[in-house]
């Protein structure tokens, strides 16, 4: 091969990987972009089932035997090992508090801190916020659990008569 024609297929080579190198680019762009839209996507869809979550929510009744949980994080801090603190009691009542938020009366049948039994605060009431409601950050009222309702066990508990 001579010189001109050895100079003219490396400058046609070149050429060639300057316009692929170009396309790749452009791709590289339009991934971008799609992973930005689908973690968008991803954002609003996590936002959806959020909603979906506390729109599923029961409100607590008059008459349902219920564990109320102490902390909002309850499910994490017994996966994390931590010791449960709840009380189960049924619901005598539901009234708005100063600030107008709908408050569950629960009279206490049976309670729990750090995982033991925690009788000084049987035969007591407390007031719980009902569920479904806003909080800070984002959250949403979730701390009552219905353990039975009209006869009909729900869920587990440890309630002694």
């Known amino acids: 091969m001579n010189k001109e024609l050895i100079e003219f297929t490396i400058g046609r080579l070149k050429a060639i990987q300057d316009s692929r ?18 973690h968008e996507t991803i954002a ?28 909002p994080e309850h499910e994490e801090r017994i996966a994390e090992g931590r010791k449960p603190c709840y009380v189960e009691g049924e619901v005598v009542g539901i009234e708005k508090d100063y600030n107008g938020v709908e408050m569950v009366v629960v009279f206490i ?38 353990l039975m309702r009209d006869g009909v066990v729900l869920g587990e508990f440890t309630l002694v008569e």
């Open 44 to 71: 609003e869809i996590e936002g959806l089932e959020a909603q979906l979550a506390h729109a599923n929510l029961e409100k607590i009744e008059v008459g349902d035997l219920v564990r109320s949980h102490d902390f």
């Open 109 to 146: 049948r049976q309670a729990t801190f750090g995982g033991k039994a925690d009788p000084s605060r049987i035969g007591k009431t407390i007031r719980a916020p009902q569920n479904g409601l806003p909080t800070t950050f984002g959250r949403v009222t979730e701390y009552l659990e219905i």
């Open 21 to 38: 190198l170009k396309r790749i680019a452009g791709w590289e762009n339009q991934i971008n972009e799609e992973r930005s839209e689908i």
